[in-house]
């Protein structure tokens, strides 16, 4: 299994713009969790599924963003639009049932908005 | 608020020191207990677990050590070497629930 597959790895964009991060689980896990990272905050859980539905989207910082799983293979975050303040590391992870043992995370995406 | 409280930020030792990172809890209902190993570029891969109802864990040259009276665990790595130069993640959850991160700890290891 090629593992937790994000696409882009790099993104870069201008304020107000909208930014499409694409993540491919492994096959099997029905958890699908999306994290950011950034130096002040550490890592951040933003959204979370199961069996493609969303279960704990506290972690959403504001209705700029959001996240769909529209089927087992394949889930997006989106920010629309994009602000400086959004620039950080996006990390995508998945797992198997049972949900918290052994998350297996992406390489992620560094997102970068000027 | 931050459910589990990791220290030090960060650490240097040189080549065959152990490096020790704590990190503390107050929710008593935490049964899982994992650390994590982020390379630069990479994201965090699960290293090593443990359960409350084990005091210490082994797994090559990473060890857990818990606490559970305390609320703490930690790890060390025996004899460390410099490709053990990344950032280390402690976590915490209850069964079926998401895991709580901890801050980080950037650990060097000088040749």
């Known amino acids: 299994d090629a593992g937790v597959i994000q696409s882009p790895r790099h993104e870069v964009t201008e304020m107000g713009q909208e930014v499409t991060l694409r993540c491919k689980p492994i096959?099997?896990?029905?958890?699908l969790f999306w994290y950011r990272q950034t130096m002040m905050r550490g890592l951040e859980l933003l959204i979370y599924f199961n069996n493609n539905v969303p279960i704990d989207d506290s972690g959403m910082p504001e209705d700029r963003f959001s996240a769909k799983m529209p089927n087992a293979s394949f889930s997006t975050l989106k920010i629309q639009p994009s602000e400086p303040r959004d620039s950080a590391v996006y990390f995508c992870a998945s797992s198997a049932t049972q949900g918290v043992y052994g998350y297996t995370f992406g390489s992620g995406t560094r997102l970068t908005v000027v | 608020q931050q459910q589990v409280k990791q220290s030090p930020q960060s650490l240097i030792v040189q080549k065959g020191g152990i490096p020790i990172i704590n990190c503390a809890y107050e929710?008593?209902?935490?049964?899982?207990f994992p650390w994590y190993q982020q390379f630069p570029g990479k994201g965090p891969a699960l290293l090593i677990a443990i359960r409350p109802d084990v005091s210490e864990k082994k797994e090559g040259r990473f060890t857990i050590s818990f606490n559970k009276s305390a609320k703490q665990f930690s790890l060390h790595i025996m004899d460390s070497q410099p490709g053990d130069s990344a950032t280390y993640f402690c976590?915490?959850?209850?069964?079926?629930?998401?895991?709580?991160f901890g801050a980080g700890t950037t650990v060097t290891v000088r040749a």
């Open positions: 976590a915490a959850s209850i069964t079926g629930y998401k895991l709580s």
């Open positions: 096959s099997g896990h029905d958890y």
């Open positions: 929710n008593t209902a935490f049964d899982y």
